[in-house]
């Protein structure tokens, strides 16, 4: 995994460029605004998100739980391995805006169809979206993708006044261990030279 291009260039978003892509996300329908909304709260994989079901969203502990794609399907000794899931806190207000575009409470109330997924678009079809909305929101170059709000979320949860714990950011991003998610921990030197040189332009 790199955060940076052969040729130097940036492969992540920055906090200006997630809120200029949530704010363009808004002339979107409603079920693709909310796409790339649990895309921007959650640094979820595309593939992860369409697979989403009402029975993995928890309105009580503010969860969204993901099936964790692009892990290694076998052990070392060739034994096929369990699926992996995992729980990513989320605000209340996508909660609430997934429960206005999908009537979530309902359907997890009644059960019949809680296991079926909330989005119908093919993978294609959503990636395609993002990019338009990237465009729209005037990012521009190789981060202006899916992958490119991922490690824009990672670097989210360790710029921060409290920034959180790698192990538990590990778990949030479904990394095997925290030597992946270390990564991130370098575009956050590099995001704070670039705030600290801005002051003296």
Not at 5 to 10: A, D, H, I, V
Not at 70 to 77: C, E
Not at 99 to 126: C, N, Y
Not at 164 to 192: N, R, W
Request: aromatic share 6%; proline share 4%; glycine share 6%.
């Amino acid at each position: 995994m790199r955060l940076y291009s052969t040729e130097g260039e940036r492969l992540y978003l920055n906090k200006a460029e997630r809120a200029r892509f949530l704010e363009a996300s808004k002339d979107e329908n409603r079920e693709d605004r909310l796409f790339c909304e649990i895309l921007h709260f959650t640094g979820a994989r595309p593939s992860e998100v369409l697979e989403l079901t009402p029975d993995r969203i928890s309105m009580s502990e503010q969860s969204i739980t993901f099936r964790t794609l692009k892990k290694r399907k076998q052990d070392r000794y060739g034994n096929q391995k369990l699926p992996e899931y995992r729980s990513v806190p989320v605000p209340s207000s996508l909660l609430d805006n997934i429960d206005l575009v999908f009537d979530l409470r309902r359907v997890q109330r009644i059960g019949k169809e809680s296991h079926l997924p909330l989005f119908t678009k093919h993978r294609a079809s959503m990636w395609r979206m993002v990019k338009k909305v990237m465009n729209r929101a005037g990012i521009k170059g190789k981060q202006a993708t899916s992958k490119g709000l991922r490690h824009g979320f990672g670097i989210a949860m360790l710029s921060g006044e409290k920034p959180l714990p790698l192990h538990i950011l590990a778990q949030l991003m479904g990394h095997s261990d925290t030597e992946t998610t270390e990564i991130y921990t370098q575009a956050v030197g590099e995001e704070k030279r670039h705030l600290v040189m801005q002051a003296w332009d």
